[in-house]
């Protein structure tokens, strides 16, 4: 894995708590965090913070018989076993979950000059995906002009001076039409390309 | 690790929220002869909500659970309730949210979360669910991996007295400090429309909860 070189915004990190985020922009969070121990725990924090106005905050009460409703599900339910460890790929694991598998499993499509990219499957408030860019390839103008958040996964990215190798980056992208409000306001992205 | 330095997000309009509700009823003839009666007699704030949670997950024991429902199952209600859910549909989700406590309880770990903020990562997952028919992509699980030691005992309820010290915390600040960072985590609501509610400029809205967070940061005493 690539050195951290940025940390998420707390805002971002902040709507991430409170599941505000298109699911692409989660995507890119859950695999900044299963790299970044330091964006972890102030994630973890925001979290007990939720948990905090939860159980601070106004109960009202359930309707009658709620309780005896529960406890009557219960016989229904099972309680699930405990989970064997997920088998570890060479991605972290939110990824390898939306590519199923390692970055073996992706299934590029080229977009030209030798990049290639996969979209993957969320939500459409925004979109994500993959991209592939071999060194020496001058940084593709994908024309889009929203809010984006991109994450290095392999391989070194520079934006113009020099250094270039073959780059796998995760990326999300705004989808404008459909997304309006929060997100631009939380721009900050790892790298613009 | 609490840590909690300038963060912002989305937050709703600045009042005065409600009060916590009447006090909680627990079902304590059926919990005498579990182990947990003493715990489940003293009120919410301090009823030991791990050691319920643990009874729960390694014994299925219903009594443990039943007092978990009756404290967080209206509180649930009244959290997706503030997040512009409709009753009804905030009572079904509470009652989803606590089966998912039972069916899930092999995920509780105190030494990762304390119950209710375990307890408020399912709700808010059901909220997403319920209302973005949508998911969030959740970090991969932390391990106690090959060569680390599992928690000391001692070390089992830190998370859970952390998240307490940081309820009390929140509880100590100004009302309208307070609502303005629980606004934040009842969500979907953006800053634009904050300022169009109240007429407060973006810029002062972000400073205001800017100053609530540090006067958090402050309480918490780890400045």
Not at chain 2, 164 to 181: D, S, V
Request: charged share 25%; net charge neutral.
């Amino acid at each position: 894995m690539t050195t951290i070189r940025h940390h998420l915004s707390d805002e971002l990190l902040g709507a991430y708590a409170a599941g505000d985020l298109p699911e692409a922009f989660g995507l890119v969070v859950a695999v900044h965090l299963s790299m970044c121990d330091e964006c972890r725990a102030r994630s973890m924090t925001l979290e007990t913070l939720g948990g905090a106005v939860l159980d601070t905050g106004e109960a009202v009460p359930m309707g009658e018989g709620a309780l005896g409703a529960a406890m009557a599900r219960l016989d229904a339910l099972m309680q699930e076993p405990k989970a064997a460890p997920k088998r570890r790929t060479g991605v972290p694991a939110p990824l390898a979950e939306y590519i199923g598998g390692d970055l073996d499993a992706v299934r590029w499509k080229s977009v030209g000059k030798g990049v290639k990219q996969a979209i993957l499957p969320t939500d459409r408030l925004a979109s994500a995906r993959l991209l592939r860019i071999p060194g020496g390839v001058a940084v593709p103008d994908h024309g889009h002009k929203g809010l984006e958040l991109t994450l290095v996964l392999q391989g070194a990215f520079s934006d113009g001076t020099g250094r270039f190798g073959l780059c796998i980056c995760l990326a999300a992208t705004e989808a404008p039409l459909r997304f309006k409000g929060l997100m631009p306001r939380l721009a900050q992205p790892f790298f613009r390309i | 690790m609490l840590r909690i330095s300038g963060m912002m997000f989305d937050a709703g309009t600045i009042s005065q929220t409600g009060g916590r509700g009447e006090p909680d009823h627990y079902v304590a003839g059926k919990a005498t002869n579990s182990g947990v009666g003493r715990q489940l007699a003293t009120n919410g704030q301090e009823a030991d909500w791990a050691a319920c949670m643990l009874r729960v997950r390694d014994h299925g024991d219903r009594a443990a659970f039943a007092a978990l429902f009756n404290h967080f199952a209206p509180r649930i209600k009244g959290f997706l309730m503030k997040s512009g859910t409709p009753a009804a549909m905030a009572e079904d989700c509470a009652q989803d949210v606590m089966a998912t406590v039972w069916q899930k309880a092999h995920l509780f770990d105190p030494a990762k979360a304390g119950v209710a903020t375990w307890v408020f990562t399912i709700a808010r997952n059901r909220r997403i669910d319920a209302l973005r028919k949508s998911r969030r992509p959740e970090p991969e699980d932390l391990d106690w991996g090959p060569g680390e030691e599992a928690p000391d005992q001692a070390d089992v309820y830190a998370a859970e007295e952390e998240a307490r010290e940081l309820g009390r915390a929140l509880q100590a600040l100004p009302a309208a400090q307070k609502a303005l960072i629980e606004r934040a985590y009842w969500g979907d609501r953006s800053h634009g429309e904050l300022a169009a509610e109240t007429g407060l400029p973006l810029g002062t809205i972000k400073s205001r909860i800017r100053l609530a967070l540090e006067r958090l940061r402050r309480e918490m005493g780890r400045d």
